[in-house]
């Protein structure tokens, strides 16, 4: 399949201290593609340079065919984003919500439209639509924190800890929105502290220090390390760190 990341030796230095070294790696069009690391590792670092948010040092990295160094606005429009930290506006109601982001990304009256009821209908919010954001269940406002940041038809989303601090069941229903996006084909880039989730992931990387010092399958990487779950194959990784954040 065609890439849509494609990273080559990229690198971030701050003064004397590298926070990404030398990262080389391809993501595939409707990928779920796992990026973890401990606290410190230079995944958040990473992200925001293939985000076009922060200029890398040295190296090269296209994200869906656009530039990192000189394309970074392209890039933003061809992504969605969404933050480990609850991002949308509490003092708006479920529809409003829908409706504001989906203008920042660039949708015409006609679409937002389309796009809100279709929103609605997916989450089952439509008895919710004039509901303040405040007021809704934390699983709820993750879903439509995802629902909203593909809104736009990315070909790629970055998932910063989504499902952090919601229940097991949520976390489930939470990858199942992750799974339909994926097979409509857009690109799934997420970080996660749950390693069961890594068990979703067709691919996950993992960093330590600044480097990925893992890239492969789930099976292939427990294959590889002779250990059932993925909890391990991090433990054992993470462990030899000695960066403490980032």
Known sequence: MQPVIITDKLTKHFGNFIAANELTFEVDKGEIFGFLGANGAGKTTAMRMLCGLLTPSSG????????????????????????????????LTVSENIRFYSGIYGMNNQQIRT???????????????????RELPL???????????????????????????????????????????????????????YMDEAEYCNRVSIMVDGVIAALDSPSNLKKQYA??????????????????AD
């Not at 796009?115 to 954001?133: G, M, P, Y």
């Not at 250990?227 to 000695?242: G, H, P, Q, S």
């Open 139 to 193: 699983g709820w406002k993750q879903k439509l924190a995802f629902s909203v940041s593909i809104a736009h038809d990315p070909d790629i989303v970055f998932l910063d800890e989504p499902t952090g601090g919601v229940d097991p069941v949520t976390r489930r229903q939470f990858w199942d929105l992750i799974y339909h996006a994926a097979d409509k084909g857009v690109t799934i880039f997420v970080t996660t502290h």
């Open 115 to 133: 796009k809100t009821a279709e929103l609605l209908d997916e989450l089952q919010l439509q008895s919710e639509a004039k509901t303040l954001v």
């Open 60 to 91: 090269k990295a296209t994200i869906a065919g656009f530039d990192v160094y000189k394309e970074t606005e392209k890039i933003k429009r061809k992504i969605g984003y969404m933050s480990q930290k609850f991002s949308l506006y509490d003092d």
């Open 227 to 244: 250990t059932d779950n993925m909890e391990d194959v991090f433990y054992e990784l993470a462990r030899k760190a000695k960066r403490k």
